[in-house]
């Protein structure tokens, strides 16, 4: 079939308008006096929106002026050349309350305020070759209060070559949902005010880089225990492959246990399938702060890389030892945080710091990590002689986790030696330059050095 141009298509939707809406007659001839070969069409209403949309071709840039526009339904928009970009005009802000991309392929979301009740707020099942990035994905109630909020920010489901980047997350029951997809990358995201983080069954090829994981407000009462990086298998029949989670912030102090990285195989572990497990998984650079067991947790897991992490217990982890509930549930007991292991197939764990450091069923190694002193086994080494300001605050600054220098930690280069910047930055085109980059690339990330 022939590609329309918008002219054609705009005196295509002109004909059914003035029948159905006068005044989307008159809108529409103003996007048809759009030349072809720029493809920039500003709009500033719904009906306008949806009119730009069904006008768009590869390389489209739509503009939207300030307003709400409600719900957003782009569904099985069929893209295989350059994307189409949605985003504001400049200075201007716009919000929508659901958006729903569905079954779409070749599409930029940039500098959108998804806010809304919806469950999820953003659809990307079935989606490919998206990128989502400089965004606000929250739950309708801004009030920095997850316990009122019951829906998921972004759902992932049997998609591929998805990037989240440099976006914010808050006000939400947990944040993004990956299941059954390929080849997604997210990137200097931010995640505060929720109750769970980033969850993923039966992924292959995943990148977690650079985000913030902060302030999160779990129903302790409920018996929620919330991870910032969940991976299971419950219900799947393949495992998850090709993880890379680097250099990401776990700010975890406060009354709030919080797990860290948590990866386990349920099918292998709990149900006699050993054949569903975690392949090919590199776990560096990370930091991790706060009174939860699983600072990082990892459970039949073949091939796999626990390097260079720092992980340090908050004073609650020392305040009491995990069986309690507090403040009607907004507090959960503590324990000291550790790197913990087990059912390893080929796995090496090597210089990390960490309060603990545990292998309950052999099959890792574990080489030149250093043990923190611990509330627990009261011994081995300070985290004054570790970290040049070890931090006690609830929420401190990731310069608090500075390797010290001089230092045995720094002369063996054991911890997060490099401290970047997470969370959204003023310019991040290169993470989205490097997320297209891991989609294109083939062969597994266990190859990878970053």
Do not use: C
């Amino acid at each position: 079939m022939p590609i329309l141009s918008p002219i054609r298509i705009a005196a295509t939707l002109a004909t059914v308008f003035a029948i159905s809406s006068p005044a989307a007659a008159q809108i529409v001839p103003a996007l048809a006096a759009v030349p072809a070969a720029t493809r920039v069409f500003t709009v500033d209403s719904p009906a306008l929106l949806q009119q730009a949309l069904a006008m768009a071709t590869p390389g489209s840039r739509i503009e939207l002026k300030r307003g709400v526009y409600g719900p957003l339904s782009w569904r099985n928009f069929k893209n295989t050349g350059q994307p189409v970009t949605l985003t504001p005009a400049a200075g201007h802000a716009v919000r929508f309350d659901k958006v729903d991309l569905s079954g779409s392929t070749g599409i930029v979301l940039h500098r959108i305020e998804i806010v809304g009740a919806a469950n999820p707020v953003l659809n990307l099942s079935g989606a490919s070759n998206i990128l989502v990035t400089s965004s606000l994905i929250s739950g309708a109630k801004r009030n920095f209060d997850p316990w009122d909020d019951a829906n998921t920010g972004v759902w992932i489901r049997n998609a591929s070559k998805i990037t989240l980047a440099g976006n914010s997350f808050s006000d939400l029951r947990s944040a993004v949902y990956v299941q059954r997809s390929q080849k997604v990358a997210l990137a200097e995201n931010d995640l505060r005010h929720i109750r769970e983080g980033v969850n993923a069954t039966a992924v292959a090829g995943i990148w977690l880089h650079r985000n913030q994981f902060q302030q999160f407000s779990p129903r302790y009462q409920d018996k929620e225990h919330p991870d910032a990086i969940q991976f299971w298998t419950t219900g799947e029949t393949v495992g998850n492959s090709d993880v890379l989670i680097t250099e990401n912030f776990m700010n975890f102090g406060g009354k709030r246990p919080v797990q860290g990285i948590f990866m386990r195989s349920e099918q292998a572990d709990y149900w006699g399938k050993p054949d569903i497990v975690n392949r090919d998984v590199r776990i560096i650079g990370n930091v991790y702060y706060g009174a939860s067991r699983h600072g990082i947790s990892i459970s039949s897991v073949v091939n796999g890389e626990v390097r260079n992490n720092s992980i340090l217990a908050s004073p609650w982890a020392d305040r009491n030892d995990g069986a309690g509930v507090f403040d009607g549930g907004r507090s959960g007991g503590g324990l000291q945080p550790a790197i913990l292991v087990r059912y390893p197939v080929n796995v090496r764990v090597e210089r990390n710091a960490a309060p603990l450091l545990l292998q309950v069923e052999p099959g890792a190694v574990f080489a030149d990590n250093l043990d923190v002193w611990d509330s627990l086994q009261k011994k081995d080494i300070a985290a004054r002689d570790v970290f040049a300001t070890p931090p006690i605050a609830d929420l401190p600054a990731l310069s608090a986790f500075a390797i010290k220098t001089p230092s045995i930690a720094r002369t063996r280069a054991i911890g997060s030696v490099s401290l970047p910047k997470p969370g959204p930055q003023v310019a991040h085109g290169h993470m989205v330059a490097r997320g297209n980059w891991y989609h294109a690339r083939t062969g597994s990330i266990a190859a990878l050095r970053p």
